[in-house]
Every structure is written in C-alpha cells, then in structure tokens.
C-alpha cells in the first residue's frame, strides 16, 4: 500500500506560480502518477499525469503552463504551476495507479488547497 501526502498549495494572485509536491510512503517507480483537481460544485479531473517510464500526459486547460515531473529515488512527485489563473482553484490531489494481472491498485492523498485570486 502507498500512502500519499500532498504539500505546497496555498492562495496565489493571478499569473504568480506555486510548486505542488507529493510524498509517496513507499516505491512510486512502477506506479502512473498522476494530479487531480476538484473545484466547488465540480467534478474531480485529471490535471497531469506521468507513466513510470516518464511520458506525461495534460488536460488541455493546463498544458503549456503546468509540469508534472517525478523522482522515483526519492518517492516524489511535483507540479509545477505556472501563470496561475483563478479558474485554476482548486483541491488538488495526488494519485498512484497501477494495474498489476486482473488487479487495479489506485491511491489518492488528501488533497492540498490552491487558491488563486484575480
């Protein structure tokens, strides 16, 4: 089982950056790792995502300006968020996926708070 805790989020004004990080309990190199956000009275969507062999995948309203990066030595995974936007607010989640014969193993964190002003 991996444990997942997210860090980094906070309140931002519009066109500023902030730095997302995930710490993962245990081994995240065979895990697609993956950001996920939710806003108020919103469904939760995939930000970014990145496969254990490092290409990465982002929703069209972020690419350009997020990047999802890990280090599988370290057990981390982070985003990189740039010329934020209000309607980027949101909680943002951390997530390991991997499926394994007929067996899906899927963890989430708690998820962090970002916040961005206009």
């Known amino acids: 089982q991996v444990q997942l805790v997210e860090s980094g989020g906070g309140l931002m004004q519009a066109g500023g950056s902030l730095t997302l990080s995930c710490a993962a309990s245990?081994?995240?190199?065979?895990?697609?790792m993956g950001w996920y956000r939710q806003a108020p009275g919103k469904q939760r969507e995939v930000v970014a995502t990145?496969?254990?062999?490092?290409?990465?995948n982002y929703a069209a309203s972020v690419k350009g300006r997020f990047t999802i990066s890990r280090d599988n030595a370290k057990n981390m995974v982070y985003l990189q968020m740039n010329s934020l936007k209000p309607e980027d607010t949101a909680v943002y989640y951390c997530?390991?996926?991997?499926?394994?014969?007929?067996?899906?193993?899927?963890?989430w964190g708690q998820g962090t708070q970002v916040t961005v002003s206009s």
């Open positions: 997530n390991a996926v991997r499926s394994f014969l007929s067996y899906e193993f899927d963890y």
């Open positions: 245990g081994s995240i190199s065979v895990y697609t």
């Open positions: 990145v496969r254990s062999g490092g290409s990465t």
